[in-house]
């Protein structure tokens, strides 16, 4: 069962565009919130992060949209570049303490081409 | 401290024969991880360390998988008896404990393939 579901599975944007991918969760215990980029043959790397007390974050050209009561947030790209050319993973985890926290569930990714 | 580093990158070996993946993580993070990759998807949880301790093991680390952190540093996460469904990208990850628990540092991953 996936605990998180990402669309789309793949995403082909002209540079200079936008670049959208959502996700979307069931368990309203997740609290935490990160996106990962991956290049080929490289482990993920965290992006951005959010937590539910806020509704937006920003940092240079990417930006997290959240919205709770909806159960799901989205990654927008400004300005996509072809070095931004990488498979992007969205994950959550759960509150409390112990080894829940770091256990993320990742969803399927998104492979994004930026087309020059 | 260049990061998590994962040995060997890639292993190709046949169904039967056992494999063993090293994990060096950050060395501040008391946290360390493994998780597994397939194609097409998202990393996978298989357990998890506090120091030497294992805390947690996904119901996907079956009887055949074993990991240690014997020193609380670096990480072994051993198959036997490989199968072909075991060929994925075996990642590493390390993080501190308390609020910076959540933020994951992966290592490049060592891929494994079953012939």
């Known amino acids: 069962q996936q605990q998180v579901k990402q669309s789309p599975q793949s995403l082909i944007v002209q540079k200079g565009g936008i670049s959208i991918i959502n996700c979307a969760y069931e368990n309203t215990a997740f609290d935490y919130f990160p996106w990962y980029q991956q290049f080929p043959g490289k482990g993920p790397a965290l992006l951005i992060a959010i937590r539910p007390d806020v509704s937006e974050k920003k940092e240079g050209r990417f930006t997290i949209s959240f919205n709770k009561s909806a159960k799901q947030f989205s990654l927008h790209i400004m300005d996509s570049q072809p070095g931004d050319s990488a498979t992007y993973f969205c994950?959550?985890?759960?509150?409390?303490?112990?080894?829940?926290?770091?256990?993320?569930?990742f969803g399927r990714g998104t492979q994004l081409t930026v087309w020059p | 401290d260049t990061g998590v580093s994962q040995n060997p990158r890639h292993k190709i070996t046949k169904r039967g024969q056992n494999v063993t993946f090293r994990c060096d993580p950050i060395s501040e993070h008391n946290r360390l991880y493994w998780y597994r990759q397939t194609l097409g998807q998202g990393p996978e949880f298989l357990t998890y360390?506090?120091?030497?301790?294992?805390?947690?093991k996904s119901r996907l680390l079956s009887d055949r998988f074993s990991a240690e952190r014997p020193k609380g540093s670096f990480s072994t996460l051993e198959i036997q008896r490989t199968e072909q469904g075991d060929s994925a990208m075996y990642l590493c990850a390390s993080s501190l404990g308390g609020p910076g628990a959540n933020v994951l540092t992966f290592g490049a991953g060592s891929r494994l393939t079953v012939l």
């Open positions: 994950a959550a985890s759960k509150r409390g303490g112990g080894s829940t926290l770091g256990r993320l569930y």
């Open positions: 360390f506090q120091n030497e301790a294992q805390l947690e």
